[in-house]
């Protein structure tokens, strides 16, 4: 069975921000999460929006407001 407590790494230790029973000889998996970089989400939304705004299928409404 698996159970998750959220910990934080500090000065080459894994802390828990509470006191845990961990039985002894315990099995351990610890996952890493990573943040994603700021530039991450500027990239993914800039390739987002050039996706909307330069679509040569919206020019037929540009058309459209022209008359």
Known sequence: MLVSHQAYYKNGKIMLPKE???????????TIIEKPSDDFFKKASEKSLDNIW???????????LKK
């Open 20 to 30: 845990i029973k961990i039985p002894e000889g315990s099995e351990i998996l610890v």
């Open 54 to 64: 330069n679509n040569k299928e919206d020019d037929v409404y540009e058309q459209l």
